[in-house]
């Protein structure tokens, strides 16, 4: 279909593709890549699912608040699909998820009222029945409702089925958060094609499911306490500290052949070398259900098919160890590309080229007698980028202290005639000694970057700056410049 009515009709019908390099010769190993969903992961089936199905019971009705504990991704489903349909949605989730999850929540107008992280799981999920009883939200119960287990039955598993029509599937391989996933497809694959064998892969640290051990539950059936096995992982999204009602389910109709162990680096690694080696681009259970997909690949004959499970796309885990190793600067291979030609060279103050380096740029005249001009008629200017943090940061400092200011932005239209913006960049050069921006000025002196302002502030410099060139400013604002910086200069607490 070319043209759909909304949005929502586009969830599902992911593809599968065959990885060409990261199989062992012979196999024939697809991953169903379930970041093309809209929202980027498998959740969007169980979320419009799950709000359908209410709204036809009739227990979900129009203006009625939505609520979910959620580690993001049924969150983000969520909240697409209550924002097509209209309702207000509430997600609940520990602290210690990605700060990615929350901001995409909330971009989607969603609320996301965080839980401790020393709760875990439980503390997300007795939050969210708490503010629904409170508040009579919809509740939408994703670890219970066999709504989230029948879409898999009626889509995930049926792709797949209809994938390999006429031919043998002899491997499927999955993970387990909800255990929807599970045990939909486990289910109709079992009916279906019984000589398909189910596989589940679950965090190394935390072997709830291969302890045999069961999960305490209240009289309700509701998880009672962690399980005893668990531990925290990597693998944001799979292994809650319980074992959720739809995956015991999938575990105890004998759905599941074989409960494999996954390495947290080894998940990352291979998320890693999907990206590099398939130009396939998945978060962290990604590459931990391939990391079990390639156990069973290694031990199978040629010609054996798998299926292979990759939940979400990369993209939501920037903050996360995922990206622990890619860095934000030009690396010195980087560095060397750049300096191998002589145009355009981007230069910070880590580039060796130019650190120590002194020599008086080129100018133009006309963006000379600009600065002059700006810098004799305004008491406070800031030369700065209009998309940079770190001007933004100044600009909060300024705001706060109710100081007045010129920002000249110099990427900004009004610098665009004549290219004025890049030919007052040589002029500030000269001036400071510094090729960064933002560059600040008080009364025609150069107080230098956003740091250098900001240790001036917290020294007090700034202040009797000011006070010597009789600038108004509120001397009293209680300021937290830490809150200032972008998120990521500033110190992390540990999870
Ligand atoms: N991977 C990720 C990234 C997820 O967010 C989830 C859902 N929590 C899963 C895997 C597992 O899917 P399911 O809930 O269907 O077991």
Redesign the pocket.
Known sequence: MARYNNILETIGNTPLVRLNKLAPEGVNLYVKIEAFNPMG???DR?ARAVIEQAEQSGELKPGMTVIEA?????GIGLAMVCAQKGYPLVVTMAENFSVERRKLLRFLGAKVVLTPAAEKGTGMLNKASELAQTHGYYLCR?FENEV?ADV?SRTTAREILADFAGERLDYWVT????????KGVSRTLKSESPVTKIVVAEPDNAPVLASGIAQPRAEDGSPSASHPNFRPHL????SPDFISKL?EDAISGEHVDEIVPVAGSESIELSQRLAREEGIFC???SGATLAAALQVARRSDAGTNIVCML??TGERYLSTPLFADIKEEMSQEEIAISQSTPGYQFVSLDTPQVAGSRELAEVDGAAQAHVEKLLQQQSVVMFALEWCEFCWAVRKLFQAMQLDYHSADLDSVAYQDNDMGGKVRPVLLNITGQPTIPQIFIAGECVGGSSELFAEYESGALIKRLQRHGIAFNADANIDLNAMMPQWVQPRQSA
């Open positions: 992961s498998v959740k169980m959620t580690s993001g991704n049924t994703q989230n898999h993970g387990s958060g909800t255990g929807g996933t599970l693998m944001q999204g799979w995956t978060g962290i259970t939940p979400d």
